[in-house]
């Protein structure tokens, strides 16, 4: 699943990304600004950053 400290996902290991004390966000590997962000409270978002005129 890791790759240079960033990640490609399957369904599993998506399902299998645990909770942490604090929220963990995890970069994609091949989609730059790509990524899945685990909450505490075991919640799971995707997030998408990009820059827009060199701010985000």
């Known amino acids: 699943m890791k790759e240079n400290g ?6 599993s290991d998506i399902r299998n990304l645990p ?6 966000d995890y970069p994609a590997y091949k ?7 685990v909450y ?3 919640a799971k978002t ?3 950053q990009s820059l827009l005129s060199g701010k985000f």
């Open 6 to 11: 960033k990640h490609t996902f399957t369904d």
């Open 19 to 24: 909770p942490m004390d604090k929220t963990r």
């Open 31 to 37: 989609e730059a600004g790509f990524g899945i962000r």
């Open 40 to 42: 505490p409270s075991g």
């Open 46 to 48: 995707f997030f998408f």
